[in-house]
């Protein structure tokens, strides 16, 4: 069974351009969820995804970023305009419904902007 | 909101010796659950252990081991018998009973096994 995927591995922008990060979760896995981690810091929450709807997006840190998983696949994660302080690691990870407790993760997706 | 606390950003074993990684949380809920995740390098997170807190037990998986302490808020890991590949970052997580899907993490603790 495939993982988590996450792509790209590694994304260097300038400040004020846009970053599309998709992640492909466990085949199966309603629940699909976006983490951040910046540098020393926590992993924290972004949002949750059940199918292809928002069940909690309380963590977005505001609204140049923009998550969408159409047809309750894959899901992107858009960050526009970027800013200097949304370099970090993104994190997908996925769960199936029956156990949310068993969220397996994706490698991550280190952005940097510059 | 729940915080987690871990307060060792770097930890060191010799192979083969036992280690601990220390973790603490603030909740005000009675019922959740605590993970252990392990991310080795350039690879992803894989879940190590885990905890119910209604459970007084301490959960086990092989070498790992952890010791809770619900009053204390306390959720350490254990690794025993220290190996090459037990070199990673240790992220102790917390999960809501009854409030929401997210995991809460602490900042990491990155350990290296000394040959």
């Known amino acids: 069974e495939a993982g988590v995927t996450q792509f790209p591995s590694h994304s260097v922008i300038e400040k004020g351009q846009t970053v599309t990060l998709r992640c492909d979760p466990i085949?199966?896995?309603?629940?699909l969820y976006w983490y951040r981690r910046v540098m020393g810091k926590e992993i924290k929450f972004l949002l949750h995804?059940?199918?292809?709807?928002?069940?909690?997006e309380s963590g977005m840190p505001n609204n140049r970023f923009l998550a969408e998983r159409t047809g309750g696949t894959y899901s992107t994660l858009k960050v526009q305009p970027a800013e200097l302080e949304d370099s970090g690691v993104y994190f997908c990870?996925?769960?199936?419904?029956?156990?949310?407790?068993?969220?397996?993760f994706g490698p991550g997706t280190r952005l940097t902007v510059t | 909101a729940q915080t987690v606390t871990q307060s060792q950003p770097e930890m060191s074993v010799q192979e083969a010796e036992t280690v601990t990684l220390s973790c603490t949380y603030d909740t005000s809920e009675s019922d959740y659950y605590l993970f252990w995740y392990k991310q080795p390098p350039s690879r992803q997170m894989i879940l190590v252990i885990r905890q119910e807190a209604y459970k007084q037990q301490n959960a086990t998986e092989n070498r790992f081991s952890v010791n809770f302490q619900k009053a204390a808020k306390s959720f350490s890991l254990k690794i025993s018998d220290s190996q090459l590949g037990d070199a990673a970052m240790y992220f102790c997580a917390y999960r809501s009973a009854s409030t929401g899907n997210q995991f809460y993490f602490g900042t990491g603790t990155s350990l290296t096994v000394i040959p």
């Open positions: 085949s199966g896995h309603d629940n």
């Open positions: 990870a996925s769960s199936h419904v029956r156990d949310r407790n068993e969220q397996y």
């Open positions: 995804f059940v199918k292809e709807s928002k069940q909690d």
